[in-house]
């Protein structure tokens, strides 16, 4: 069975970085999911989208609020996605989780594959 775990969450100063990482088990990762993403959701918020890579050609999307600041990779033969955050702002705080599915897509419902979360607090 497949599962996400994400690490790299935690504290830092408006303006810092931090490096967000979710590594896939499972050998037949690949095979079911063409998809990663990144979605955050702030207390009393809905989650929403912050950026996606397509796992076999690598393209990727962003949200206008992290263009130019946040850049997703993909390492495929450790099956790992991560999620670069530079210039870290107050807003940016949130939980932060990791999704894979079928495609890369900005909706949320197109993920079947949901990680537990980290968290990211930037104090300003």
């Known amino acids: 069975q497949v599962q996400l775990v994400e690490s790299g969450g935690g504290l830092v100063q408006a303006g810092g970085s931090l490096r967000l990482s979710c590594a896939a088990s499972?050998?037949?990762?690949?095979?079911?999911?063409?998809?990663m993403a990144w979605f955050r959701q702030a207390p009393g918020k809905e989650r929403e989208f912050v950026a996606a890579?397509?796992?076999?050609?690598?393209?990727?999307y962003y949200a206008d609020s992290v263009k130019g600041r946040f850049t997703i990779t993909r390492d495929r033969a450790k099956n790992t996605v991560y999620l670069q955050m530079n210039s870290l702002k107050s807003e940016d705080t949130a939980v932060y989780y990791c999704?894979?599915?079928?495609?890369?897509?900005?909706?949320?419902?197109?993920?079947?594959?949901w990680g537990q979360g980290t968290q990211v607090t930037v104090s300003s």
């Open positions: 999704a894979a599915g079928p495609i890369a897509s900005t909706t949320p419902g197109e993920y079947s594959l």
């Open positions: 499972g050998r037949t990762f690949s095979r079911w999911y063409g998809g």
């Open positions: 890579i397509s796992w076999s050609g690598g393209s990727t």
